[in-house]
């Protein structure tokens, strides 16, 4: 079984700092892939980033990055310089390998950028 | 513009009474999904289907029902079985499901509540 865990309920940052969203996963799969994904109040659910696991580098996307420790089995979200519009629910998600193909989520971290 | 459209956005519930969501996608995938959203809660998966005529219970299936009579076309409807069904329904596709690195796109939902 596949498992997402995010400590953090809530957070607050300050406009313009960086900011790191935790997640930590267990599975036994040797292949599997880490999503994030952004919820803004309106709903839609928006894919940021993805790393797989046998990817070398860190996953970047624009002011996103993933911080991935495999030994860890922890993947966390950096968003730099961080802007307003960031305020949202972020989740973390993974897919495993065979028989665990369905995407799992965490509970989500609701950040909120103060001006 | 390719996406998922889901209606309506706010749909109320009578007890004892069957309700049926809408989800349809033009992005030509093989793929479509499910899944239920509570406060303070991860996503949870429903049913999804991977083609056709096809489809598989999820985590939280009992007192839903879904058909795949069309590509585009997804449908769940809430059961009066559903002793809980108040939450936020979100319909996702991809363009298959085997793949580690398959990223899901999502409908904006649908928020269901019991009168």
């Known amino acids: 079984a596949q498992k997402i865990t995010q400590t953090q309920p809530g957070m607050f940052v300050q406009e313009k700092e960086a900011v790191t969203l935790d997640c930590t996963y267990d599975t036994s799969d040797q292949s599997y892939g880490l999503f994030w994904y952004k919820q803004p109040s309106s709903g839609e659910m928006i894919f940021l980033i993805y790393?797989?696991?046998?990817?070398?580098q860190n996953a970047t996307e624009g002011r996103y990055s993933l911080n991935f420790q495999k030994a860890r089995k922890s993947a966390n979200l950096v968003i730099s310089a961080s802007q307003l519009g960031d305020s949202a629910m972020y989740f973390c998600?993974?897919?495993?390998?065979?028989?665990?193909?369905?995407?799992?989520f965490g509970t989500g971290t609701r950040l909120t950028i103060i001006p | 513009d390719g996406g998922i459209t889901q209606s309506p956005k706010y749909l109320f519930r009578k007890e004892g009474q069957n309700v049926t969501l809408s989800c349809e996608q033009n992005?030509?995938?093989?793929?479509m999904y499910w899944y239920r959203q509570d406060p303070g809660q991860g996503l949870r998966l429903i049913y999804y289907s991977q083609i056709v005529n096809d489809f598989q219970k999820g985590d939280i299936a009992e007192g839903y029902s879904v058909s795949r009579e069309k590509k585009e076309s997804f449908p769940l409807t809430v059961t009066s079985a559903q002793k809980n069904p108040t939450a936020f329904y979100l319909c996702a596709s991809s363009t298959g499901i085997r793949v580690t690195n398959e990223k899901l796109f999502f409908g904006s939902g649908t928020q269901l509540s019991v009168l």
């Open positions: 998600a993974m897919r495993g390998d065979f028989g665990n193909e369905k995407l799992t």
């Open positions: 992005l030509n995938h093989d793929a």
């Open positions: 790393q797989g696991s046998y990817d070398e």
